[in-house]
């Protein structure tokens, strides 16, 4: 069996608060809650005042490259901008990508051992617009990647392996 954590997001909820931004970017600051910046928060709150709609976005998987297609959401009539939902970290914006070393951000449930009763977002979200559930399912645990495996990963896409490698001995002898 393996456990599915889900984020429920009920858009109808959110206030705008974004307290769910800066509570993940302290979180995943180093040293852990040293700071707070939006650009480095594993959700993002699409504000759009004129349409009156705030959506929190979680951070999902880094794509190496953008997609041959893209998705236009009309809701309630009001036609929202390309790609407005989707939660890549992708080539072809700036979001979910670390502002300094433009690596990709994605969102890892706050975990951390003791394990917190819920994702931190989740607990900062005092509407009650993000909740948590966890539940069981048939199938083996997949081995997950760790922030810097991820960061490699970009890295060994966009340059090769060589050149990642290479500056890694680079470094490595100061
Ligand atoms: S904390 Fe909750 S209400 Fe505030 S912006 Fe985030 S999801 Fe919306
Ligand atoms: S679950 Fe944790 S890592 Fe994911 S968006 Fe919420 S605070 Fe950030």
């Given at each position: 069996m393996?456990?599915?954590?889900?984020?429920?997001?009920?858009?109808?909820?959110c206030?705008?608060?974004?307290?769910?931004?800066?509570i993940?970017?302290?979180?995943h600051?180093?040293?852990k809650?040293?700071s707070?910046?939006?650009?480095?928060?594993?959700?993002?709150v699409?504000?759009?005042?004129?349409?009156d709609i705030y959506?929190?976005?979680?951070?999902?998987?880094?794509?190496?490259?953008?997609?041959?297609g893209?998705?236009?959401?009309?809701?309630?009539g009001?036609?929202y901008?390309?790609c407005s939902f989707c939660?890549?970290?992708c080539?072809?914006?700036?979001?979910?990508k670390?502002?300094d070393s433009d690596?990709?951000?994605k969102?890892?449930?706050?975990?951390e051992?003791?394990?917190l009763a819920?994702?931190?977002?989740v607990q900062?979200?005092?509407?009650d617009?993000l909740?948590y559930e966890?539940?069981?399912?048939?199938?083996?645990?997949?081995?997950?990647l760790?922030?810097?495996e991820?960061?490699?990963?970009?890295?060994?896409k966009k340059h090769g392996a060589?050149?990642?490698?290479?500056?890694?001995?680079?470094l490595?002898?100061?």
């Amino acid at each position: 069996m393996k456990k599915v954590k889900v984020i429920k997001i009920d858009v109808d909820k959110c206030n705008g608060c974004r307290a769910c931004e800066a509570i993940c970017s302290a979180f995943h600051a180093a040293p852990k809650y040293s700071s707070t910046n939006p650009e480095r928060s594993r959700i993002r709150v699409l504000f759009d005042p004129l349409k009156d709609i705030y959506v929190p976005v979680l951070a999902g998987e880094y794509t190496e490259a953008e997609c041959n297609g893209r998705d236009v959401y009309t809701i309630d009539g009001k036609a929202y901008d390309e790609c407005s939902f989707c939660r890549a970290s992708c080539p072809s914006r700036k979001l979910f990508k670390d502002p300094d070393s433009d690596l990709p951000l994605k969102c890892d449930m706050c975990e951390e051992e003791p394990p917190l009763a819920e994702p931190l977002c989740v607990q900062w979200c005092l509407s009650d617009a993000l909740t948590y559930e966890e539940r069981e399912e048939e199938g083996e645990e997949e081995d997950k990647l760790g922030e810097m495996e991820v960061g490699l990963e970009s890295l060994v896409k966009k340059h090769g392996a060589k050149t990642v490698k290479d500056a890694l001995a680079r470094l490595a002898k100061g």
